[in-house]
């Protein structure tokens, strides 16, 4: 049962416009979201997170957003730059003091130059 | 600051060995966490440590051990090896009450 679903496998984007990622969740315990980048051979690098007290988190050209009622939360790139091109991991803790991630199957980013 | 460092880097065993895997934290990290990541599972939590005591296991079996030392400093052990432990084995490490982890370069374990 998977409990942090990323539905989209790929994206396309061109360089310069917005990419924005999606991510589902099941279970209502989640508090706690983080966005992980990672590069083929090498280990996933920390992009941004968000609390369930919020329902936005930017940083300089990475926004997350969280809606609660929907159990939905989506990363936004802007500007999209060929550098992003990577797998992108939504992951969540359940809290309770809990520091297990649960990780989505990442979606693959490609943004053409 | 140094990031999370694992050793070894890639690792050929064959079914029925037996592997170690060792981690070294950011200074500073006291928890330590291991991933395995398959491509038909994903990314799967295997256990945290902190302060050399075990926090959190995954569903994994009891072939899969570790343990943390005084300085941080983890090890993961997989014991009588099958073909579907073929994987990538992450580490990583976070700072006490902070819910950010930080990942090192993972381990590529080939079972024949």
């Known amino acids: 049962d998977q409990q942090v679903k990323q539905n989209s496998p790929s994206l396309s984007v061109q360089e310069g416009r917005i990419s924005i990622l999606n991510c589902d969740y099941t279970n209502s315990m989640f508090d706690y979201f983080l966005w992980y980048k990672k590069y083929p051979a090498e280990g996933p690098t920390f992009l941004i997170s968000?609390?369930?007290?919020?329902d936005k988190n930017e940083d300089g050209r990475f926004t997350v957003f969280l809606n609660k009622s929907a159990k939905h939360l989506s990363l936004h790139i802007v500007p999209s730059q060929p550098g992003d091109s990577a797998v992108y991991f939504c992951a969540a803790y359940s809290g309770a003091g809990s520091y297990q991630l649960t990780f989505g199957k990442g979606t693959k980013l490609s943004v053409i130059p | 600051k140094a990031g999370v460092t694992q050793t070894p880097r890639y690792l050929i065993k064959t079914r029925g060995q037996q592997v170690t895997l060792s981690c070294s934290p950011i200074s500073g990290h006291r928890s330590v966490s291991w991933y395995q990541q398959t491509p038909g599972q994903g990314l799967q939590f295997l256990f945290e440590y902190f302060s050399e005591t075990q926090r959190n296991k995954g569903n994994f079996p009891g072939r899969f051990s570790g343990r943390q030392f005084s300085n941080s400093r983890s090890e993961m052990n997989v014991s009588t090896l099958e073909l579907g432990d073929s994987a990538l084995y992450l580490c990583a490490s976070r700072v006490a009450r902070k819910e950010t982890q930080y990942f090192g370069p993972g381990t590529r374990l080939l079972v024949l």
């Open positions: 968000i609390s369930s007290i919020k």
